[in-house]
């Protein structure tokens, strides 16, 4: 075992030899680390964390937009939607609306058509029975001329005449 200590020291001086003669002095490595623990702990502490902080705080707002928009997208698609129906829903009122209405006009037209045909009957009815009473009063006055002329013929054949009372009341007995 000696031989193996020894050697081990003998290797470890050839290195502390070899690294002295390119400059390495252990005693400015130690104190380079030192100093490098104790900045890195600095800025861990007073750098790295405020950083991570605006990091993590970033990654909520950039996470917190792409939910948003997420949302946004889905309300967006949900709102066509909602769109397209109201106006499925508005055409098929809107075609409702239409047949209701030609209905209506079929129906105007055919109750104008009825009382049209009904004020043409009762007019084709008032007309006929003005012309009947016409004709009536016209047949009277026919006879009337008729049995007077026919007085007349009499009388100027019987070459008498008839006073006019009596004439009236022949007349009058003639056209019943």
Do not use: C
């Amino acid at each position: 075992m000696i031989t193996h200590e020894s050697n081990y020291l003998y290797n470890s001086m050839d290195i502390m030899e070899i690294l002295g003669k390119i400059g390495f002095d252990w005693r400015m490595a130690l104190a380079n680390f030192v100093n490098f623990l104790i900045i890195f702990w600095l800025l861990k502490r007073y750098a790295f964390e405020p950083v991570k902080k605006v990091i993590n705080q970033r990654q909520s707002e950039i996470n917190k937009g792409l939910e948003d928009a997420e949302k946004a997208q889905t309300e967006l698609v949900m709102a066509k939607e909602n769109y397209e129906k109201k106006m499925s829903e508005a055409r098929a009122e809107a075609g409702e609306i239409i047949t209701k209405a030609n209905e209506q006009a079929e129906n105007i037209i055919t109750k104008a058509t009825k009382q049209a045909e009904e004020k043409v009957a009762v007019i084709v009815a008032d007309a006929r029975e003005s012309i009947k009473h016409e004709r009536e009063n016209m047949e009277r006055e026919l006879q009337a001329k008729t049995v007077s002329i026919a007085l007349e013929v009499a009388s100027k054949i019987l070459k008498t005449k008839l006073d006019e009372k009596t004439e009236a009341n022949l007349i009058k007995e003639l056209t019943k």
